[in-house]
């Protein structure tokens, strides 16, 4: 396209920007959250007025630095029993993994492969205690680690 303008982005600690690009992202964070249904509620929440909103919305986006997470992905082979899955996710959550995918297959032959993918960095035992008390429920027929 001749004559477009080409968008330069920066990454900018987020104390030294202006207080009203903090708020329209708070805003945002309500509509993305649900924690308000509409545009008037969000920004009356954080203080600001609609057509600030509007005005920056699409101009600054949160930078989410994946770096510093632990992210693992587990690869287990469960029976094909009801709570099986649940027991499992108990697991997680007890430890506190926090879960970001599951994909569960099909059952075929009296288990399925579920493969989850969780942040482990504020786990509160060894990624060896956390797979061995995973292996020791009684529907987890094996549980490999696929990346992390």
Known sequence: MAGAKEKK???????????????VMAAKALLETGEADTVGKAVARVGIS????????DAVSPFRDFRGRDIVTFHVLL????????????????????????????P???AAVVAISAETSAMRVSMDEFTRRLGAEPDVIKIEILAG
Request: aromatic content about 12%; cysteine-free; glycine content about 6%.
């Open 108 to 110: 075929i032959n009296g």
């Open 50 to 57: 609609r057509s600030a909103f509007y005005k920056y919305k």
């Open 9 to 23: 982005y920066y990454l900018v600690d987020a104390a030294l920007l202006p207080e009203i690009f903090l708020k």
């Open 79 to 106: 029976r094909d029993r009801p709570g099986a899955l649940s027991s499992v996710l108990t697991i997680f959550a007890g430890m506190s993994a926090n879960i970001l995918t599951i994909n569960q297959s099909i």
